[in-house]
């Protein structure tokens, strides 16, 4: 199970390379598609860690909660600092 420390590692991660950037979102399988539409070209704001939650803000008053569950991971393509 990820523990709150890697869910704060991430969110450092996420405030080094993708704030001020304009998000790209998809759902390969479709399961999410109507969500990452919402989020998809929007600029990503702040984000924030709260225990083993992480919070992505994007412009237009919207938000993205992330909890990685009991098996939890994140992935990245490309290179991040």
Avoid at 33 to 55: C, N
């Amino acid at each position: 199970m990820p523990e709150g420390h890697s869910v704060h590692r991430i969110a450092r991660q996420f405030d080094r390379n993708f704030i001020g950037k304009t998000l790209r979102a998809s759902s390969p399988q479709g399961r999410f598609a109507e969500g990452a539409a919402v989020l998809d070209g929007r600029e990503a704001l702040s984000v924030q860690a709260v225990g083993k939650q992480m919070f992505l803000e994007a412009e237009g008053d919207l938000w993205l909660r992330v909890h990685l569950g009991l098996y939890g991971a994140w992935d990245v393509a490309g290179e991040i600092l």
